[in-house]
């Protein structure tokens, strides 16, 4: 990786050498500006990594300065230096989009701590542009886009999978992906030249689904005017994907055990035996043990079907990939709705990475699209996202049940000390332990943080 390049910008000789001699260790490329003028033709002609902006600069302020790289390049960490005693100051700069702040005198160590921490940002940045240079390199996995540990073990599985014709149940809520999965097991599968046909088995009610699946005869039921093919007819030499296979009834479930085993069915009405070579993709977000115990499943088909099992991990187990994911999906939907969008902004971000999403990602793409669609400017910003993003996602029925015979002051006292204590340390985990940047969020000052974590056990 190349030195990444700083730009410091402050009036006083004295200051621009004291941070220089105490950043040595980062091995920085340096570049300096003595005016807000001068740092934003910096900014634009070198594009540094990172920028330390004194506050009280002549001409044109460095809170100003701050709006302007905002404006045109949100993504760059720009860390403030205000004098002692400006908290309201230095709380206006992490509004503005500030990536922390250091207030004079500082402490160097406090100095190095927050640099460490921005180019941590940078690197992570480089690491999804190398991570999509990879994927394009190993032809992608389309829209399936994660760095995460448990994300490279999907790749790894699908990679492996791929090249032999054995049955794969996937695992994993709604939304998560389990499709994008299935299809890139086909694409990548010596069947990629044949069909791809897929089958949500909790679409249609139970009297319809065989007709679907196997197909059916003329006269074989009221309204079967002539005689249809189903999908693993349409699927023969390729791959059927199943989804939701965990709402199959019983009959049903004895059906694809059949065809499992002999490769063998007959269309509804008929009497024909039919044989088809299908490889069987299935998918659920149940727990089919669970299901078995319940006598909702067959244990036969459970085993299978699950010859290979692969675990899609819900979006909030996965964080770390929701920059990769936005950024992927705004450029995808810019070129699709025609629209010059250049990146989301840090307040933007910031919701995406904290919100719970219960949809996972599909949820995402769709908050992604509808956002380019209405947004007025080309960078994404906090007001064109859905106000859904800000809504706490609230305790849970159970624990609310267990405050019921509490007297009312007690459970409210109980209450109101959970609910602060996940409320911070949710706020201080999404800005990755920062408190100066936590309690710009909230509007106090970073010692009243600090005094709260305190009180209530927060390290």
């Not at 960490?77 to 400006?86: C, F, K």
């Not at 540990?149 to 999907?154: D, N, S």
């Not at 196997?214 to 006269?219: C, L």
């Not at 309204?223 to 999908?231: I, P, S």
Request: charge should be neutral; glycine fraction near 6%.
């Amino acid at each position: 990786m190349e030195k990444p390049l700083l730009l410091i910008v402050d009036d006083e000789p004295g200051s621009r050498y004291g941070i220089r001699k105490a950043l040595t260790q980062f091995r920085f490329s340096v570049q300096e500006a003595t005016t807000g003028k001068e740092a934003l033709d910096k900014i634009r002609q070198l594009a540094p990594d990172l920028v330390i902006l004194d506050v009280n600069l002549p001409e044109m302020d460095g809170l100003s300065v701050l709006s302007e790289v905002q404006r045109e390049n949100p993504m760059l960490p720009v860390i403030v230096i205000t004098a002692y005693g400006s908290e309201r100051i230095a709380v206006d700069a992490m509004k503005r989009g500030a990536y922390d702040y250091v207030s004079k005198p500082y402490d160097i160590d406090e100095l190095r701590l927050v640099v460490s921490r921005a180019l941590e940002r940078l690197e992570l940045k480089q690491e999804n542009i190398q991570l999509r240079k990879e994927l394009e390199r190993r032809s992608g996995f389309g829209p399936i886009l994660g760095q995460t540990i448990t994300m490279r073990k999907v790749y790894d599985m699908v990679e492996k999978v791929s090249l032999s014709d054995i049955t794969v149940l996937i695992h994993g809520e709604s939304g998560t992906g389990k499709e994008l999965v299935a299809r890139e097991i086909h694409r990548r599968s010596s069947r990629h030249n044949k069909p791809f046909i897929t089958m949500n088995c909790a679409a249609l009610p139970e009297n319809l689904i065989e007709s679907e699946l196997f197909g059916h005869e003329r006269g074989a039921f009221t309204g079967a005017v002539r005689q249809r093919k189903g999908k693993f007819e349409l699927a023969a030499d390729g791959t059927i994907f199943l989804d939701e296979i965990g709402d199959m009834s019983l009959n049903t479930q004895s059906k694809i055990l059949r065809i499992l085993q002999e490769k063998k069915f007959e269309r509804l009405g008929g009497d024909q035996t039919l044989e088809v070579d299908v490889r069987i993709l299935s998918a659920t977000h149940k727990d089919l043990l669970v299901e078995i115990q319940n006598g909702n499943f067959r244990n036969d088909l459970y085993y299978r079907l699950k010859v290979i099992d692969i675990e899609i991990p819900p979006l909030r187990d996965r964080k770390e990939d929701i920059p990769l994911l936005v950024e992927h999906y705004l450029s995808e939907f810019s070129k699709k709705h025609n629209k010059k969008m250049e990146g989301i902004d840090p307040e933007g971000l910031r919701l995406f990475l904290r919100y719970h999403w219960p949809g996972n990602v599909r949820q995402l793409v769709n908050t992604l699209e509808r956002a380019v669609v209405l947004a007025s400017g080309s960078v994404l910003r906090k007001e064109d996202l859905p106000n859904e993003l800000e809504l706490p996602s609230g305790f849970s029925d159970s624990y609310l049940d267990d405050l019921m015979h509490l007297p009312f002051k007690q459970a409210k006292e109980k209450i109101v000390t959970r609910f602060m204590k996940e409320y911070l340390t949710k706020r201080l985990n999404d800005n990755e332990g920062n408190i100066s940047h936590t309690a710009a969020e909230l509007g106090i000052r970073r010692q009243s943080l600090q005094a709260m974590m305190r009180r209530l056990g927060i390290k």
